[in-house]
């Protein structure tokens, strides 16, 4: 069985819509996927509809951008088996994504006062669910002011550039407790390169209830990988992967790109059935953010 547990689509800032994506992993000899978008479930139940309808299975995920602590960097943290039924758990999605949202005009609004003439109508019309700094790249790149998506970064949009905005601040632990909140198993995703990762960061997100580890990445080589494995093995963490799809040329690695054991998928499963026979977690955003 081919899987990969790590794919966005246009509900947050993917560039293929949720049907068109289970397709193409159909396409590309996929049996299961799950849809992790931004702040996200919408994409879910377009994406399920078409998965049995084409013969794949699509998990219910979400991603959630997380910052560290005294700007030392960011954490991605992925959640499964998301009961998105819950209204409590929408709620909090809601005021991520308005924050989302409310980042990515004021983008707009700092490169068009540096000559760069493009319309925030423009970037609210290609985002569908959850706007994404992606959907800035594209209206950049079609006006001309970039070449690709990591130009558009490099050049305009990424920290220290001049149209970046700071995003409404999550802690990495907090959004593992949003994440258990809403009866999904908490994950770091790609966590290579992340600051402070052994030392401090995996026993505080541990600690918090998190509950795998990203270890079959893009284009993580097989040392890296072993490695995770270890460091997985070492907290008792699912060992998961996946290639961080978003859409053509956006990443290195294509859709389902990595190998992932399908074991990974049936360990996050259990794991979901488990959670689910207790009581959620109460969650309170208000107290758990850090505001802009």
Excluded at 81 to 102: H, V, Y
Aim: net charge negative.
């Amino acid at each position: 069985m081919r899987i990969d547990l790590h794919t966005h689509s246009t509900a947050s800032d993917g560039l293929l819509a949720p049907a068109a994506l289970v397709r193409f992993a159909r396409e590309q000899g996929l049996d299961l996927i799950a849809l992790t978008d931004h702040d996200s479930t919408a994409g879910v139940d377009e994406a399920q509809a078409e998965g049995d309808r084409v013969g794949l299975r699509v998990i219910a995920g979400i991603e959630i951008n997380t910052d560290l602590p005294d700007g030392a960097g960011e954490a991605h943290v992925l959640g499964y088996f998301i009961a998105r039924e819950d209204s409590a758990f929408q709620a909090t999605l809601t005021t991520l994504r308005d924050a989302r949202e409310r980042r990515g005009e004021r983008m707009v609004e700092l490169l068009r006062a540096q000559g760069v003439n493009i319309s925030w109508e423009r970037v609210r019309e290609l985002a569908q669910d959850s706007v994404g700094r992606p959907h800035v790249a594209k209206v950049l790149i079609e006006a001309g002011y970039a070449s690709d998506v990591p130009n558009a970064f490099d050049r305009w949009i990424s920290r220290g550039r001049p149209g970046y905005v700071p995003r409404l601040k999550l802690s990495p632990e907090n959004a593992v407790r949003f994440i258990r909140s809403g009866y999904g198993v908490p994950v770091l995703a790609h966590p290579v390169g992340v600051p402070e990762l052994e030392n401090k960061l995996l026993p505080a997100m541990v600690e918090a209830g998190m509950l795998g580890l990203e270890c079959h990445y893009g284009e993580y080589d097989a040392a890296t990988v072993s490695h995770l494995l270890d460091l997985a093995a070492s907290y008792h963490l699912i060992a998961t992967g996946g290639s961080d799809y978003h859409g053509p040329k956006m990443h290195l690695t294509p859709l389902g790109g990595h190998p992932v054991p399908p074991e990974a998928a049936e360990q996050l499963r259990t794991t979901a059935d488990a959670l689910r026979r207790e009581p959620a977690p109460p969650f309170d955003i208000n107290v758990a953010v850090v505001h802009e």
